[in-house]
């Protein structure tokens, strides 16, 4: 199988509470393709991150790189899993915010998906941009500036958008083009 992403760093950012398969998903289907992925959170590395089969407790993952030393100059990519606790705790940290807004910056893909878009808003990166999320955060996203629509996945320049599990196949190709396109 060719590694077409040899090389390629992307930084998922987390917390407890997120949909674990848009966390394991994405995760496996990059490694596979030959990037290195980390998880970074706003706890501290070493400590574990509560995943969710919808809203039953699913399993933990542990923290690789906490927040506080992360940055986005050490990654190419990032990408937000969704579930509804999970974003709902990112968007209180100015630093999650911040980390997300310099990869907009510096021009870098992120991939969103389910509840995960909630972060853009707060990161000042939904205005303007074609989106798509888990439905009812249609409204959301539309009061920021944002195009919403309900497909699998939208991309719009450097931002990969979805709506739900279901989506992660179409969600992983997205994201897999853009880093491959990336250079």
């Not at 439905?135 to 009061?143: F, G, K, V, Y």
């Not at 919403?148 to 991309?155: K, N, T």
């Not at 599990?165 to 250079?183: K, Q, T, V």
């Amino acid at each position: 199988m060719a590694q077409a992403l040899n090389g390629k760093k992307v930084a998922v950012l987390m917390t407890d509470g997120v949909e674990q398969v848009e966390y394991t998903g994405p995760r496996e289907f990059l490694e596979g393709q030959g990037a290195q992925v980390t998880l970074i959170s706003p706890k501290d590395k070493g400590e574990q991150v509560q995943g969710f089969n919808h809203m039953d407790a699913g399993d933990r993952f542990t923290v690789e790189l906490g927040l506080a030393d992360a940055s986005q100059g050490d990654f190419d990519a990032l990408v937000l899993p969704g579930g509804v606790s999970n974003p709902d705790q990112l968007r209180l940290s100015k630093e999650a915010i911040a980390f997300i807004a310099a990869f907009a910056k510096a021009d870098k893909p992120i991939a969103a998906i389910c509840h995960g878009p909630w972060t853009l808003i707060d990161a000042g990166i939904a205005r303007g941009k074609r989106m798509t999320s888990w439905p009812t955060l249609s409204t959301d996203l539309r009061n920021a500036g944002a195009q919403w629509s309900d497909e699998e996945v939208v991309v719009d320049g450097k931002l990969v958008t979805s709506r739900k599990p279901d989506d992660i196949p179409a969600f992983n190709r997205a994201i897999a083009r853009l880093l491959g396109a990336a250079g």
